[in-house]
């Protein structure tokens, strides 16, 4: 009688690590293919050569010297720096709630080319307006920051291609 148990539960703890492996599997394989669509996106960038121009020097120098970047290879120059190229850098310095218009200025006034008017949102109670930075100042690739009426970063974003 105890051999039929024992064979019982080793059938179920078997059945059991199979439909744990079986489950684990499916839940990868769902996985995968959400998240691959998004990779692959990423790393299909445009030619941008096709829509702009590159950098100049004195831009690619200001940028490195005002966002402190030094040890990268965008500003070696080794090869074409377009404006979008430095968007991560440029996106990830400010903290939103808590960078103000005076932090942007301070890196990206010079680069500044348009600030919408003040909109406000009833139903949010909101006030806030967005001012467009362009590092090569053909207005095609540009970084745009939301800010609130207190002047601190609400949104920002720095987009290209189908982002």
Known sequence: MNKQIATGQTRMN??????????????LAISCGCTLPISIARLRMPDLSKYTTPLDSETIQDICMNFEIKDNRLCIQDRPVYAP???????????????TRDDVKAKLGRYEYGCEPPTYEPSSELTYYRCAY????????????????????????????DD
């Open 14 to 27: 078997g059945m059991s690590r199979r439909f744990f492996i079986a489950n684990l599997a499916l839940l």
């Open 134 to 161: 362009d590092l090569n100042g053909d207005r095609v690739f540009f970084v745009g920051i939301w800010y609130l009426d207190n002047d601190v970063v609400w949104r920002m974003t720095g987009t290209i291609g």
């Open 85 to 99: 190229d430095f968007f991560p850098i440029i996106l990830s310095t400010f903290e939103r709630g808590v960078s």
